[in-house]
């Protein structure tokens, strides 16, 4: 018998029904994959990848799980045996089940030696992330790591035995011992929802050595050339926030307590860049896609799906809804995601998937009504994502003279979130709101909040300021006219 007291633990899960069991036994996985980033996503996402992987196959890809910086998830998750359960919200009902690939937990500031020992460690072949754009520290202009940006400098300027508290320098470090110790080759995978994710994580993790003073940084840089593959991914699935009412669910279905489930939309999808340098699990069994260029359809998932994701967070919040599926109820919400989609399509490769049908397919997954995706989530960061998911496509359409009138908009709506006291987490929250301060019109404005983000040639474009300045007033007004 299982009671409501319980904790979900390898002790209690042995009395669950085998339905809410994980697909492997957790005590039969080892480590060989270090994943930076315990959030939601990641255990949502790889860590079912990887459990129906060493399920299917056999091999015993156990994960340990690197918090960058909440110790107390750490806690948590060990004090459950690293078990956690996954919800499944359909929108006819709930299917919940616990996930058991990953094995260890570590804090990367307290736990630095064993990271590194783990990074160090020959059964050790696959490092992945799943940090937030944030997390990379790149420079808006140049792409390449902002080594003037604090806690990188704090880092490049730390004492070895001092803990680092960026994951690239964290990464950095531990994969320059792996190198001096000369063990097996390794594959680092990005997980973040970035363009050319894999080439993003490997600049910054070259900009970071080659800052450093290690006397051995070039014969480290010679060796990572040839012993460290960083493939491109594309990850998709929609995993909102955890809230306590999640929390109420998963106990409710496991019948004991469950501090960390997640949550999730049935789809999921995993397309990776066919470069490994070094065993990885297999997690084709589980539907992942292997492709020698995975451009297509990164592109088409950061511009179609996030890109409108993010548009529906501005806009929604201008209007006063909350969660993606309320804006999906409001009369613009689905002619906003079908006419993003239309107005983008033409700067996406014609191999990737057909724009019309990702439309489609959005506008169900948006829909769901089981899923309670908060707008302030998606709009948080929005320096670091619109960067990725609007104005490339923006800058493409611009230049060949195209229509831009649905990313005018829902660039004025990022721009006035921005004004707003309760503007959602930013790293540049300061820079952005002071562009309100000192600018006299509101195009001005408009070309200062470009100029944060290190769009300079965007600033520049006085027909697209303008244009957007002219939609502020409509949506102070809590009007979304598309
Ligand atoms: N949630 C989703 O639906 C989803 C889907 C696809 C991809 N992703 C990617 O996964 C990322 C994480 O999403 P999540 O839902 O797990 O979010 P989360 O808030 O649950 O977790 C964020 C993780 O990033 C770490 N982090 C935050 N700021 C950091 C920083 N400055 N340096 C280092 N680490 C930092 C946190 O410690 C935490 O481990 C997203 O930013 C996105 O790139 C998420
Ligand atoms: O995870 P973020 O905060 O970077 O972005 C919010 C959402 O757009 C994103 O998480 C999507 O839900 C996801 O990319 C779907 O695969």
Redesign the pocket.
């Given at each position: 018998m299982v009671s409501a007291d319980d904790l979900l633990s390898r002790e209690s899960l042995r009395r669950l029904p085998p339905e809410l069991r994980p697909a492997v036994d957790p005590a039969e996985l080892r480590t060989r994959v270090v994943h930076f980033g315990l959030g939601a996503?990641h255990r949502a996402h790889q860590a079912v990848f990887t459990e129906n992987a060493a399920a299917r196959s056999g091999e015993p890809w156990g994960i340990t799980a690197v918090a960058p910086r909440s110790a107390s998830t750490v806690r948590a998750l060990r004090d459950q045996d690293c078990l956690y359960s996954l919800t499944e919200r359909r929108p006819d009902g709930h299917r919940t089940r616990v996930v058991g690939s990953v094995v260890g937990a570590l804090a990367m500031g307290p736990d630095a030696r064993t990271v590194d020992a783990l990074l160090a460690d020959p059964e050790v072949t696959v490092v992945t992330l799943t940090v937030?754009?944030k997390g990379y520290h790149r420079s808006p202009s140049t792409g390449g790591l902002d080594t003037a940006a604090g806690p990188v400098a704090a880092d490049l300027a730390a004492a070895a035995d001092w803990p680092l508290t960026t994951v690239v320098g964290r990464l950095a470090a531990g994969l320059a011992a792996r190198m001096r110790a000369g063990a097996p080759p390794i594959n680092v995978v990005s997980c973040?929802?970035m363009a050319d994710n894999g080439a993003a994580l490997s600049r910054v993790i070259h900009d970071y050595i080659r800052a450093s003073t290690w006397p051995d940084r070039a014969e480290i840089l010679d060796r990572l050339a040839e012993s460290v593959a960083f493939p491109a991914t594309v990850?998709?699935?929609?995993?909102p926030a955890t809230s306590e009412a999640d929390r109420a669910v998963a106990g409710a279905a496991l019948g004991v307590r469950d501090a960390l489930p997640v949550t999730g939309e049935p789809y999921r999808q995993w397309v990776l860049e066919d470069s490994f340098a070094a065993p990885r699990p297999p997690w084709e069994l589980d539907g992942a896609l292997f492709v020698p260029d995975v451009a297509p359809y990164q592109l088409t998932?950061l511009r179609l799906?996030?890109g409108s994701?993010?548009a529906l967070a501005y806009l929604g919040a201008a209007a006063g809804l909350t969660t993606i599926a309320e804006t999906m109820t409001a009369d613009w919400g689905e002619r906003l995601v079908r006419s993003l989609c239309a107005e983008v399509a033409p700067t996406l490769p014609a191999d990737g998937p057909d724009p019309v049908a990702y439309a489609d397919d959005l506008v169900v997954r948006f829909r769901n009504p089981a899923m309670h995706?908060l707008l302030r989530?998606?709009g948080?960061?929005g320096s670091v994502?619109i960067t990725e998911r609007w104005l490339p496509g923006l800058r493409e359409l611009r230049a060949h003279g195209a229509s831009t009138a649905v990313l005018e908009l829902a660039l004025a709506a990022w721009a006035e979130s921005t004004r707003r006291a309760d503007a959602p987490a930013d790293p540049a929250a300061e820079a952005l709101a002071a562009c309100w301060g000192t600018a006299t019109r509101p195009a001005e404005t408009v070309r200062a909040l470009l100029r944060v983000l290190g769009a300079a040639d965007l600033a520049g474009d006085e027909a697209l300021t303008a244009s957007v300045a002219d939609r502020l007033p409509a949506l102070r007004a809590g009007r979304v006219e598309i």
């Open positions: 996503f937030t754009e973040d929802n990850v998709d699935r929609i995993v998932k799906l996030n994701h993010s995706h989530q998606i948080s960061d994502k």
